[in-house]
Every structure is written in C-alpha cells, then in structure tokens.
C-alpha cells in the first residue's frame, strides 16, 4: 500500500522510550500497509524502522527544532484559545483554573504539532496520512496541520477520557470545534462514545464525519477453542488484566472472591500500578486463609507475554470491576480466545459483552454484582459454557479484530 502515515499518540512511548503496549498494538499492521510510518510522541518524533512493531527495544526519539519553546511563546496569540475562552464564558465555566487547563493543552498540541510539520517536509500531501489515537492534544496537532495542508487525510479517534465529560468536565472546550471542523474522519471507538461526544458538539460537526469504530485488539482468529478447566480440571480458573488504580477496582474483585464458597478456584491477575502493594496485601489478609480460592498476581506483562499466557493455560472467565471504561482492550483479548466475560454495565462494555458472550452486573453492587454474576457464571451447564466460549471468539473475530477493523480506518489504503 503506498503512502506515507504520520502517527500522532501522546501516549504510546515513554519519556524513556518504552512502548505503551495498548497504543503500540496497531503497529504491525500500519507498518504492513502503508511504505512508511513515522511517530510523533509528546517526547519526539521517530521514522520506525523493521522491528520496531515487535517492541523488542526502546525507541529513541529525536526533539527536532525549539518546538517546546515555540510552542510556550505562540499559546498566548492563537486564536483558538481565545474561542474557547469565550465558549468558557458563555458556558460560565471561565475561571482561572480552566484557563490554565486550556493553555496547557494548547501549548503541548502546538509542540506537537510543530514536530509533525518537520515530518511533513518532503512527502507527497495526496499520499499521507495524519492519525490521531486520542481526540486530545495530539488530535489537536493533528488538525493544526491538516489546516495548513488540505491534500493530506487526517483521521482521529475518541475514546473515553478524551470525550467523556464525566471523566473530564472541560472536554467541550479542549478544541473539540477546531478538531470536528479539520478532521476527515472522527471515529469513536462505542456508540455509547459517539453519544457522550454528540452532547456537547451536536450542530458544531458535520455528523456524516463521525463514525463508531472499536479500537480492536491485535492478533489473527484462534483456531481452536481450549476447553474450559471447570469442566475437565474440576477447578474454576478466572483471569483478570488491569493497572492497580482507583478506576480499576481490583479490590472489589479480592473482596468479591473472598466470600466465594464454590469449589475450588484459581485466580490469576495481569497488571500492576500505584495500588500493587495495597491490593497485595488486602488480597494476602482476604484470600489466603481460604482453602477453596488460589491466588496469583503476575505483575506487569507486555503483550506477547499476555498471548502466551492465552495460548498456554485455559481459562474460564475474565472478570472486569472498573468504575469506568471505554470498550476494554482487556475484554477483548480474553474474548479473542473464547474466556467469555463479567463486567460492570459502564462505557461501553454493555455493546461488546451481551448476554450470549457473559455476564454484566450492576456497578453501584460492587463486590455482590461480582459474585453474584460468578456463581451464575459457574452454574452453567458445560453445553452452555462452551457455546457462550464459541459466542465470546466469533464476537471478536467479526468485530473486534484489528486486522479486520483498520482497513475501514483507512479506506482509500484498503
């Protein structure tokens, strides 16, 4: 596929050039399809090269230019803040505070987008590309220069944080009118997503520009389907993968599997974060003295070390307890190897987990939803745990594969 891609994330390597594996994992297909791709990060820009969407190594970025700089002296003077300090005013939410947030963003879009302007230089505007992941400052760099170059095809995507308003109340005023009004594409990535950005931008965006689109997650179809170790080991395995953080909740689970009195079950969780020892050490206090319950807390894998541990060990459930979500990554990949699942009816887990694929519960329950969506979820009958198993892979394989998904992101490189 010929073309250049210019892929703006703010995210997706580190200060010290690790890789985000949630923002990485489209890699491999960009760099399939497109003659080359080039990253512009909040800490540097970077030509990848091959071997680069393995992860195998850190990326080192180059800050070309004083764009920082730059940026810092022209905030001030864009007129686009000023709009939005008037949008705040009218709205009545102008107060110093809010415009310190704003210009905070606009400085870190600006840089960014100063940097893509360098990558610009020398390629063929009707065969680029500008994607954005997050309709943050990085979507508003992207739109920046997609103004200066009408040719190029700039396409940007909206997830939860950077569209929720409940999760950041000033969303309306974080240049979502210059965004709508320069992007070729607006892509949210749930219905429930589209919803929340429409409340605020209903008459300020070309609607035949915004589309529902899920993020995806990477990796072919499995081919075949582990049967589930309830039924052939006699003990119920659930898997779980998220950071140790307030939204997470992954107390609710420890508590939830704490007042379990099936038969015996192996818990095993992915992820770690700025609350590991606190949940450590509730999990030590709540879980180790039960004879029935087995508790494993992994740490932090990267993405080839989640796979394997999918293709490897089987599992029977995977349960989510956040108090927030978009359309889980997580979920997904459990799915793409037929877990079927339990999660709270938040975001937009309510359109990826139907009744045929799992279980929701009621997020104000917490701990009681948990356990009571896990005793439903051991009392199936094997025939329907296993056609809920078939449910879960053919519901990732036709709508949440990325290889499948990408291609209607791009559609003139598809």
């Not at 929340?196 to 179809?221: I, N, T, W």
């Amino acid at each position: 596929m010929p073309g250049t891609l210019i892929y703006l994330s703010n995210c997706a390597i580190s200060a010290d050039g690790r890789q985000n594996p949630f923002m990485m994992q489209e890699l491999p297909w960009l760099m399939a399809h497109f003659d080359r791709v080039m990253m512009v990060s909040y800490y540097g820009v970077r030509t990848l090269m091959p071997g680069d969407e393995r992860g195998e190594r850190p990326f080192t970025a180059v800050r070309p230019g004083l764009a920082g700089l730059r940026a810092l002296l022209k905030t001030p003077f864009t007129a686009d803040v000023w709009r939005e300090l008037k949008h705040m005013r009218r709205d009545g939410v102008l107060t110093p505070g809010n415009a310190l947030r704003l210009l905070a963003f606009t400085q870190r879009g600006l840089k960014m987008h100063y940097w893509t302007e360098r990558l610009l230089r020398g390629v063929v505007e009707a065969h680029t590309t500008l994607y954005s992941c997050w309709m943050s400052f990085d979507g508003y760099a992207a739109a920046l220069s997609k103004r200066k170059h009408p040719r190029v095809r700039c396409v940007i995507r909206g997830h939860a944080y950077d569209v929720d308003t409940e999760r950041f109340a000033k969303n309306p005023y974080m240049m979502k009118r210059r965004i709508a009004a320069e992007a070729d594409g607006l892509y949210l990535i749930s219905r429930t997503a589209r919803a929340q950005f429409m409340s605020y931008m209903r008459g300020h965006v070309d609607e035949r520009k915004v589309h529902v689109l899920a993020m995806g997650s990477s990796g072919m179809p499995v081919d075949r389907l582990r049967e589930p170790p309830l039924y052939t080991q006699g003990v119920l395995r659930v898997v779980s993968c998220a950071m140790f953080n307030p939204i997470k909740q992954v107390d609710v689970l420890v508590r939830a599997l704490s007042r379990w009195q099936g038969g015996p079950l192996c818990w095993t969780h992915i992820g770690a974060g700025a609350e590991e020892a606190k949940v450590r050490a509730l999990a030590s206090e709540l879980l180790d003295p039960k004879e029935n319950v087995i508790c494993e807390l992994l740490g932090e894998l990267d993405g080839a070390h989640v796979q394997r541990l999918y293709d490897t060990r089987p599992f029977d459930v995977f349960i989510n307890t956040s108090r927030k979500e978009g359309v889980p990554v997580s979920i997904m990949e459990a799915m793409r190897h037929g877990i079927p699942v339990i999660a709270p009816r938040v975001g937009g887990i309510p359109e990826l987990v139907t009744p045929d694929v799992g279980f929701l519960y009621a997020p104000e329950r917490g701990e009681e939803g948990v356990l009571e969506a896990l005793n439903h979820f051991a009392a199936l009958p094997r025939e329907e745990a296993e056609a809920m198993r078939r449910a879960a892979k053919r519901r990732w394989d036709e709508g949440y594969c990325s290889a499948s998904l990408l291609p209607k992101l791009f559609p003139r490189q598809s």
